[in-house]
């Protein structure tokens, strides 16, 4: 069983994680809407703008990570996963739903008026069913993935308790091995293209990413059981610490010469490199140096804190400013870019701070009747 001890003590090493969130929101964000322009487009750097779907496999990773470390050491027992699930529900939906109220009225007008679309992204199980998982507000399909993670995550617990931490571990090497075998497998030999159903399969049903997570969900575990005996190599853990931060970046600036080395298609959105990312997640939470003190600043906190907020507004905001801004100021390239990030993660913080943060504690202290 958890004792309050150790759950502060978890809490305040996580921290330092938050602001990574936003860095990688923001490369979705680049992806997205700014990556085409100078000096975002000077190649090779360009492909650090470019990492919008392997940004999303990071946000996946450190969810099954930070879910682990926070309900791993409580008895199971004592789990109670009605209450988990209204937690999750709690922290996504307020500001997932705001952002389709919005978003609403615009594709409306455009013509998309696909009941089974909405209620499917209202459900958050776009993600499932081809052609909806970017209808409407587009960034929403992966929170349908995260809802299905969000279903299983207490049973994965009592799988891991049941099992033990070797066979669990063993399992999840040979799930991802065999994820990635078929991901490689179906892009080398069925080409799917964008817009398709075998593409909308391939890149957005939660299954395609159940590896990515479960590999968060089992780094968080062996976190939780060898923090205390990993703290003490200080040295070690920084010399780690930065040699993978060195490989992700090389990775990420050299991924499209892959396939041509290799002689086949190779893509990272699937969990490739979700194994790196773990060993990051693992080393950055241990770290004591001035970057750990850096990324624990308050006001990156809340940056970090508002990054959902900014991922599931990003595309309702952009709308706003390309109608209602951008014409009307003649703002063009990187500039016009830079006001909208900066209009976005203004709006964002507000969001957290005066819809996200009230929404979330109505939900979690509303009183659910299981009898």
Same mark, same amino acid.
């Given at each position: ?20 969130? *936003? #860095? !990688? ?12 322009? =100078?000096? %975002? /487009? ?126 669990? *571990? #063993? !399992? ?12 490689? =497998?179906? %892009? /080398? ?183």
């Amino acid at each position: 069983m958890k004792n309050t001890t150790n759950l502060t003590s978890v809490n305040v090493y996580i921290e330092q994680l938050t602001f990574t969130r *936003f #860095l !990688a929101v923001i490369t979705v964000v680049t992806y997205h809407y700014g990556y085409t322009y =100078y000096p %975002l /487009n000077i190649y090779p750097w360009s492909n650090l703008f470019l990492l919008g779907p392997i940004s999303v496999c990071y946000f996946f990773t450190l969810s099954g990570f930070i879910m682990s470390v926070n309900y791993y050491e409580t008895g199971i027992d004592k789990f109670d996963k009605y209450k988990f699930w209204k937690i999750r529900i709690a922290r996504i939906s307020p500001v997932y739903l705001l952002a389709l109220f919005i978003i609403f009225p615009t594709t409306y007008r455009l013509g998309n008026n696909d009941v089974a679309g909405l209620l499917l992204n209202i459900s958050m199980l776009q993600a499932w069913i081809p052609p909806y998982p970017l209808t409407y507000n587009f960034p929403g399909w992966s929170l349908s993935v995260e809802a299905f993670f969000y279903l299983i995550f207490p049973f994965l617990l009592i799988l891991i308790r049941k099992y033990g931490f070797k066979d669990i *571990f #063993l !399992a999840t090497v040979i799930i991802w091995i065999i994820s990635q075998i078929l991901h490689i =497998y179906v %892009l /080398n030999n069925f080409h799917p293209v964008f817009p398709s159903k075998e593409y909308d399969i391939i890149y957005y049903n939660p299954l395609t990413h159940l590896n990515t997570f479960i590999i968060g969900v089992v780094g968080g575990v062996y976190y939780v059981h060898n923090r205390h005996i990993m703290r003490s190599k200080r040295q070690f853990n920084s010399i780690a610490l930065w040699s993978c931060i060195l490989i992700i970046c090389s990775v990420l600036l050299c991924r499209h010469r892959f396939s041509e080395y290799l002689g086949f298609t190779l893509a990272l959105e699937n969990g490739l490199i979700s194994p790196l990312f773990i060993i990051f997640i693992i080393f950055f939470s241990l770290d004591k140096t001035i970057l750990s003190k850096l990324f624990s600043n308050k006001i990156l906190i809340l940056l970090g804190d508002a990054s959902y907020s900014i991922y599931i507004l990003h595309y309702p905001v952009y709308l706003l400013y390309d109608n209602h801004i951008k014409v009307y100021f003649n703002l063009v390239n990187i500039y016009g870019f830079l006001v909208y990030v900066l209009l976005l993660v203004m709006l964002s913080v507000l969001t957290y701070l005066i819809v996200e943060c009230p929404a979330r504690r109505f939900i979690r202290n509303y009183k659910i009747n299981r009898q």
